[in-house]
């Protein structure tokens, strides 16, 4: 069996992109990589954000996933020498989870020996995820629009049609994911719900064609960001820029806190930048620039003769 050092390289995502909650999200040009190998018992060198979450041997989800996964399965548990770089923010809404639940489970397939496919993967970590839209966009990049059809995700990748540029405004402190939707109500109105119907379509079809000009309707949404937006303070100060000066669009990241802005290609950053600067006023703010990423996760096998 070949037990070979597995490289992986999972970006941050942005999910709900407004009304497509659960279901749509956008994967972006910040990663998470992994480097494994086993070893004769743990050990993790972790380098890049959050040093201190990464790079524990105690209260590791990415060291949790693993074992469950093996455990579940019933494969022999083998030790790993991790080196692990994180460029994805954790608990600001960019897909933290989902990206190290992925990288969990891809590593019990290969070291468990279960030889699992992509789509396989995919199913088994959006299971633990509870939802598919990060996993799915984490695993196969573009604008992915995912589901639930029975116990399997059924996911599918748009490459978007245009380069449009992202903004990420994060405040200083995390918000966990339980608490963001514990203020989303459990019920909606028809008119709410068919509201939301025809922005997803729309975003989608912006998205597969590059009209950037209707994204800032296609993002408007009433089913969670007008409840979340009291635990995510940053959204109501920034949403006023959606479809202004070349920003395309506002949305809440995931469940939040942080905030995505979509601009124009031309759009000089340091110019949305000091948009974002003057609307959150004296909140203070981290704005990461980046990109759509439009390729599939990296998940590559290095041969043990060679390793």
Known sequence: MNKGRLHLRLPATSANLGPGFDALALALTLYL???AVPGKEYGIRASGRNVDVCGSLERNLLLFTYKKTLEKYGAEEVPLALEVRN???????????????LAGVALASHFGGFGWDRSRILTEASRLEGHPDNTAACWLGGFTVACWKGDEVEAVSLTPRA????????????????????????????????????????LTAAFATGHGEMLATGVEDRL????????????????????????????LSGAGPSVLLLV???????????????????????????????NAALCRVEDAATS
């Not at 954790?90 to 897909?95: A, D, E, I, T, V």
């Open 33 to 35: 990589e992994i480097e």
């Open 87 to 101: 460029g994805i923010p954790l608990g600001m809404g960019c897909g933290s989870s989902a990206a190290t639940r």
């Open 163 to 202: 380069s449009w540029q992202a903004l990420v405004v994060m405040p200083q402190n995390p918000l966990p994911t339980t608490l963001s939707r514990k203020v989303v109500p459990e019920t909606f109105s028809r008119a709410d719900v068919v509201a939301n119907l025809q922005r997803v379509a729309l």
């Open 224 to 251: 969670h960001q007008p409840y979340r937006a009291e635990v995510c303070p940053l959204l109501k100060m920034l949403l006023p820029l959606s479809g202004k000066d070349d920003v395309l669009s506002v949305t």
């Open 264 to 294: 124009q290609p031309g759009f000089h950053i340091d110019a949305a930048k000091k948009l974002v600067l003057q609307h959150t006023k004296d909140e203070p703010v981290e704005i990461i620039e980046c990109g759509m990423q439009v």
